[in-house]
């Protein structure tokens, strides 16, 4: 899921990636999951994933708290022995945040994609982050593997509380509140509109997911009890006795 230590060449294929205009019939390389998440973020760690949890300590602030510009570092787990690092977009929950990142999902058949505001959920008895659920683009909703994290990186001299800005403000008694121009209230509706839709557009996407396994289940049971069962003996088995009394 990520790379070995990442050479300038890979930095530069990634820059490009992100930039370069390139034919419509050209396949854009593989992109890994640590130098996306180095661009976004700005954290300066390079190596596996896996890694990066470790390297944070006594460079970078870490934590249980999601927030936007922090780091999500995975554990490895199963096939994904490198681990995963993915970045915070948007905490909108205590449960739930959105996350940018690369090579998680195949998209039209390919690895190595970035996938931008995709659904992340803490899943874990504590509500501690330390195992989550994320969006699959294939199924169109959370996947069902449960994934340990180490928790989150937060970028150099930005405290978990800067990250994100609160969404009220109490104005002192000397400063009154800022007013915003109409073209930012106007932004700023949008942003609230797209942000509603896109959460419903998840919940009902989740509904149905959720549907579909039920239905799967309900099959899978219904075709249990539909096969047949085992050959009953005869009580009796006049066959059976001449044989065992002629012996042939």
Request: aromatic residues 6%; glycine residues 6%.
């Amino acid at each position: 899921m990520a790379p070995r230590i990442a050479p300038l060449p890979v930095l530069a294929m990634a820059a490009a990636l992100l930039v370069a205009v390139k034919p419509a019939n050209a396949q854009e390389p593989l992109l890994q999951c640590v130098p996306y998440a180095r661009q976004v973020s700005g954290i300066e760690i390079y190596g596996d994933a896996h890694s990066w949890w470790q390297q944070a300590e006594g460079k970078y602030q870490r934590g249980q708290r999601p927030a936007v510009g922090a780091v999500m570092a995975f554990k490895p787990y199963r096939s994904m022995q490198l681990g995963h690092v993915a970045t915070v977009a948007k905490v909108l929950d205590k449960r739930r945040v959105l996350l940018d990142h690369a090579n998680w999902s195949p998209i039209d058949g390919r690895k190595g994609q970035i996938e931008r505001n995709v659904l992340a959920e803490d899943v874990s008895a504590a509500n501690d982050w330390s195992e989550v659920r994320v969006w699959f683009t294939p199924i169109g909703a959370l996947g069902t593997t449960r994934y340990p994290v180490h928790g989150f990186i937060y970028p150099q001299g930005r405290a978990p509380s800067r990250l994100q800005t609160p969404p009220v403000q109490i104005a002192s008694a000397d400063t009154g509140p800022a007013r915003l121009s109409r073209e930012e209230r106007k932004a700023q509706r949008q942003a609230e509109k797209e942000a509603k839709r896109r959460l419903k557009e998840i919940e009902k996407q989740r509904r149905e997911y959720a549907k579909y396994l039920k239905q799967q289940d309900k099959t899978g049971k219904a075709t249990a009890q539909a096969s047949p069962g085992p050959v009953p003996r005869l009580a009796v088995d006049p066959i059976g006795d001449l044989i065992a009394a002629t012996g042939s």
